[in-house]
């Protein structure tokens, strides 16, 4: 029973990772339509970023707030200035590919300049171990559940207590009519392209000392955030949560009482059983669309 709890308060620390990125694919899509293959990508280049402002001798903190306005002003603004606003006229599957082609040159290009080679991470909450009734729990997965739940949770209440949170939601679910109510879409817009750059910013901070800093870390962090997205709910933030914690703790669970060998097939596996028998996700809401 320790082992079970320890495996999945774990895979709950691992799971909440996923959510962050999948959260940013929610945002996304509510706001401006937009499905980003490259959010994987968009985790890995803020992790190189910090160990290039580490290696110019600053400290972690200081190193993850300059690259939280990097990664604010290149994957917030200039991904939906560069890519986004040019491509959105032409539909979703244009728009997919191009980000799909996004990731290819961001992932191309970190391995050009920074090499083949995994590079270690510090880890922002240390090393040690606590024990709790038995349990071993490590404090970095304890930092990572609290962050993940403060930031899944404020940002709802951000958006649904404040008139900047409400405005962007207004703009989710009817751009011509807010539009018509005098919301500044373009830049409620905007604020959510940035709050999906500084999720990805806080996911490389909280997920590169397990995975060490690599070029292609993004491809399987960014599909299982996508599948943890559809599983909890496209359409709802909490569902994001709730997608990337059960496939953490099903990953961990499957590791360990059945093979490793399993491990990365358990979100796919999970994304079919939820698209058969619940196809809107599990907090998911049914969208009407009127022909």
Request: hydrophobic share 60%; aromatic share 10%.
């Amino acid at each position: 029973m320790i082992n079970f709890m320890q495996l999945v308060i774990s895979g709950m620390a691992t799971g909440s990772i996923y959510a962050l990125v999948a959260l940013g694919f929610t945002l996304l899509w509510q706001a401006s339509g937009t499905i980003n293959f490259a959010a994987g990508e968009f985790v890995m280049l803020p992790a190189f970023s910090m160990l290039a402002f580490q290696a110019l001798g600053l400290p972690l903190l200081a190193s993850f707030v300059l690259t939280l306005v990097v990664a604010t002003a290149v994957l917030g603004y200039g991904f939906k200035r560069a890519i986004v606003d040019p491509m959105r006229k032409f539909g979703v599957m244009p728009l997919v590919v191009a980000t799909i082609g996004l990731a290819l040159i961001m992932r191309s290009g970190a391995q050009i300049a920074f090499g083949a080679q995994a590079m270690p991470f510090k880890n922002i909450f240390g090393y040690h171990v606590f024990s709790i009734a038995g349990v071993h729990v490590s404090a970095s997965d304890m930092g990572i559940l609290a962050c993940t739940f403060v930031v899944v949770f404020g940002l709802q209440a951000f958006l649904q207590h404040t008139v900047t949170g409400r405005a962007m939601q207004a703009v989710a679910q009817n751009t011509e009519t807010a539009r018509v109510l005098g919301i500044r879409v373009n830049r409620m817009i905007f604020y959510t392209f940035a709050i999906n750059a500084m999720l990805a910013t806080l996911a490389a901070l909280l997920v590169t000392p397990m995975y060490l800093a690599k070029f292609d870390m993004g491809i399987l962090l960014g599909l299982k955030a996508f599948l943890a997205a559809i599983i909890g709910g496209f359409n709802n933030s909490r569902g994001a949560l709730l997608g990337g914690v059960i496939i953490g703790v099903s990953e961990n669970l499957v590791g360990a009482y059945i093979s490793s060998s399993y491990m990365d097939g358990v979100a796919l596996a999970l994304f079919l059983l939820v698209i058969l028998f619940k196809p809107d996700g599990l907090l998911g809401a049914p969208v009407v669309r009127k022909v």
